[in-house]
């Protein structure tokens, strides 16, 4: 095995003060936990730890270029209305396996999927940006560095690399940028936390309403 092959989730499995900037599952995970105990109904059908071990695993197992719009990007050559429409039928494919799931009463399973489901929907805040700069033809757009990200859907980029990949310097460095979005979330504000946990209380109260 390659050393890079190793290193990669070595290096991201292992955290401490030089932790990887990127696919910060952590702040998703506190967003999922206040979400869970504001719907209670929920966290009696759902694995709250199931719903976080699969968002964990959203970010270190599902980041592949095709996968962008399970994070509410773009992969390389899509339109940022595919992307769009491609990461709402995920949220609603998700609901409906958690609402079947929690229906027959296997609270690990339902968990799985509204992890997976908080994740997507917590995700909108990427707008649909690309992962690198030549990903995408707006993927360049300056907006990238703004501490809120890019306004305008479908532009900007993650600093990754345009096929979705980690940069060498990732492991090497961490993230010096205070932005979220170069950072790949390691810096979000706390406008979007709270707009993150108000839409993932509204999914969960969705989901309870339709048991
Ligand atoms: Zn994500």
Redesign the pocket.
Known sequence: MKPLRWLLPMALLTGGPNRLPA?KYEI?NDVITAAFRQAPRAAQVADLDSARSANRN??LLE?DDEKQF??AMRSRRSRTPEAKLATEQFIQLEMHQALAAARRGDPARAGRHLGRML?AAQ?KKHRWCSCGPGSNPEAADPCSSHPNGCAVEGSGNHNLRDDCGLPLDYLLKPCKSKNFQQCT?AYPLPAQIDQATKESVALLEQFVRQL
């Open positions: 696919f998703h959203m970010d980041n399970q994070h994740h995700d979330d």
